[in-house]
T-cell receptor, first 111, second 112 residues
């Protein structure tokens, strides 16, 4: 069990560029979640996968955001045409059903 | 809509000075209440899950309790290494995928 791995740890991008983050969950966990956390706030739910199926998306997830989990293994979160308001920590978590394990997150800064 | 409110926002303690953090919640049906610890620049680290009113759990200097409306995280004789942000979250029955709703956290600083 190597935990939940997220890459990259940090990403600085110019406004308008596209970015993609990767999450590798704990291998036997069938559920995968993406959360977003801004400074001084708690994490906010973005989306949820059970195996390869994306079963729920928050209204926070605008049309510029897309997430995939091909073959039910790793997941990617893409943000198109980034805006300064997208600057945040993007957290991935996985779960076997009860209890979450979070990764260390990807810190996105949009300049 | 599920809601979680944590207080205080920030707390400064001297080493050895015990205190409590509060988490008030509103949820349609509580499936579980979670406490996490988060260090700067890192993801939340799981501490406890509580499922029903009256339940208590302990780990080293931390003890979590639960009532029908709130949870407390008691810190006994804290040490500087207990400095972190403590997050409370609820999980509701009927919530698709068991999403968590988090509070804004309490930033704890323990001075030596």
């Amino acid at each position: 069990d190597t935990g939940v791995s997220q890459n990259p740890r940090h990403k600085i991008t110019k406004r308008g560029q596209n970015v993609t983050f990767r999450c590798d969950p704990i291998s036997e966990h069938n559920r995968l979640y993406w959360y977003r956390q801004t400074l001084g706030q708690g994490p906010e739910f973005l989306t949820y996968f059970q195996n390869e199926a994306q079963l729920e998306k928050s209204r926070l997830l605008s049309d510029r955001f897309s997430a995939e989990r091909p073959k039910g293994s790793f997941s990617t979160l893409e943000i198109q045409r980034t805006e300064q308001g997208d600057s945040a920590m993007y957290l991935c978590a996985s779960s076997p059903g009860r209890g979450y394990t979070f990764g260390s997150g990807t810190r996105l800064t949009v300049v | 809509e599920d809601q979680v409110t944590q207080s205080p926002e920030a707390l400064r303690l001297q080493e050895g000075e015990s205190s409590s953090l509060n988490c008030s919640y509103t949820v349609s049906g509580l499936r579980g209440l979670f406490w996490y610890r988060q260090d700067p620049g890192k993801g939340p680290e799981f501490l406890f899950t509580l499922y029903s009113a009256g339940e208590e759990k302990e780990k080293e200097r931390l003890k979590a309790t639960l009532t029908k409306k709130e949870s407390f995280l008691h810190i006994t004789a804290p040490k500087p290494e207990d400095s972190a942000t403590y997050l409370c979250a609820v999980q509701a029955f009927g919530t698709s995928g068991s999403r968590l709703t988090f509070g804004e956290g309490t930033q704890l600083t323990v001075n030596p």
